[in-house]
């Protein structure tokens, strides 16, 4: 079977085809490091993520060159900077590493590519020039603008006429474009503000040339897989088709994938509303970043997924009897086989993550049963198999139930240890005792040549 994947501009689910199998190409638009990430914010790389490590497994690892960039020129890093004294980049380098932090307790591979716009100015002034030589852009004096007129496609990725963009279009501090539904490539520079040359006068980049020209840098288009959250389809990647369609005059991206929201009480999870948690309080209140990597998945990635204790709750206890079901067979020596086609299969369909975790639930039972040696190095091998592809199963599992436990491990292991001690001593009667307080605290022990673990009771 091959890859089906849902693309946005057409609408359709539809086989994945690169244009080249030896290079699959994926851009995702990636944060505007100026604060802390809600947990909203880490579905798009935790979904994309999901996605990378599908084509790495169907194309091999050194064939997908996915970029994600960093966006540290913005109006509100620029505002951010001016009210604190700080330096853009002190606020950007330190947000950059906080949402690498964050991304990574989520298990998120690092992307071949990470560009910032700062380090590609000069890619977007040349885009740009193009785009004023061709006639698809023009200056005045508050900016070089995108001349919507000029491309017929607009609108195409959102399925919006272009009538019905001009309505609240207008953007402060742009009373000399021409047309309402015009957006700026170019801001001319304003006192205090960060500014560069170019040829059309210092200013700075919009936040819509930013993507286009990092793409051009780093992969080239066309690129087979562009994504983001359902945010951005419009205005953000209807204009990144509009400049980088009319500068190169051939398709920007072949498939556009977007993510659902994440939801509070069906609300979308947002700043400006103020419904937001962040993965570090999630991570500081004792939730392990594969929990939150879970429960991230535990929907599609197109439908609204609403965020609660009881969706993490689950994911927990799912991840427990994963974890339970390795250490059961921590003496087996996993056998060397890839993820099984059934789970494979779950993502394949468009990233069906709902019905791959079912698939790896079924792994963990199978693990849990399995009796002769043959069976056992299998059924481990095929559920460490599946977990890596999902990014999953990643710690010790041991460690796993101390930090599922938090502070009640230590008193656990205490316990675990004197049943050792009851035992060697042919105690058995105090050994049952320990071994039923443990059960009472929902531990189960296991004993095996190796020695004793314990493990969550499932
Ligand atoms: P921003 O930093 O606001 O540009 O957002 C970064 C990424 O997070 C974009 O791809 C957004 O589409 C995505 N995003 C923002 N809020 C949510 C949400 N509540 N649920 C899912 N994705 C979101
Ligand atoms: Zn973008």
Known sequence: MTIQLTNTLTRRKEPF??????????????????????IGNMRPPVVFDVLFRLLRHTYGESAVLYARNYTDIDD????????????????????????????????????????????????????????IANGS???????????????????K????????????????????????????????TLPGEPSWDAPFGAGRPGWHIECSAMIDAELGSPI??????????????????????????????RVWMHNGFLTMDTTKMSKSLGNVITPRELLEQGWQGEVLRWALLSTHYRAPLDWTEELMKQAQASLDRLYGAVLRLRD???????????????????LNTA?????????????????????????????LAAAKLFGVLQNDPEQWFRASFGEQAAEIDKLVAERVAARAAKNYAESDRLRDELAARGVEVMDSASGSTWRRKG
């Open 137 to 155: 852009a023009y200056k005045v004096s508050t900016g070089v603008y995108f001349a919507v007129g000029s491309d017929e496609d607009y609108g």
């Open 224 to 253: 087979d897989i562009h994504g983001g959250g359902l945010d951005l389809i419009f205005p953000h990647h209807e204009n990144e088709i509009a400049q980088s369609e009319s500068a190169h005059g051939h398709p920007l991206a």
């Open 76 to 131: 509100r890093i620029i505002k951010l900077a001016l009210e604190s004294g700080q330096p853009m980049s002190a606020i950007t380098e330190k947000f950059a590493k906080i949402y690498d932090e964050d991304t990574g307790a989520l298990g998120v591979l690092t992307p071949t590519h990470q560009p910032r716009a700062t380090e590609n100015v000069d890619g977007m002034i040349k885009l740009i020039e193009t785009l």
């Open 157 to 188: 990725l959102s399925g919006r006429a272009q009538e019905d963009m001009q309505a609240g279009a207008r953007v402060e501090g742009e009373d000399d474009k021409r047309h309402p539904s015009d957006f700026a490539l170019w801001k001319t």
């Open 17 to 38: 085809v690169p244009a080249d199998p030896s290079r699959v190409t994926m851009y995702v638009c990636g944060p505007t490091v100026y604060n802390y990430a809600h």
């Open 332 to 350: 087996v020596e996993a056998a060397d086989v890839e993820a099984p086609a059934a789970f494979v299969a779950a993502l394949q369909d468009d």
């Open 355 to 383: 019905v791959a975790i079912a698939e790896l639930s079924a792994l963990a039972t199978a693990a849990n049963i399995a009796k002769k040696p043959a069976d056992m190095a299998k059924a481990k091998g095929e559920l």
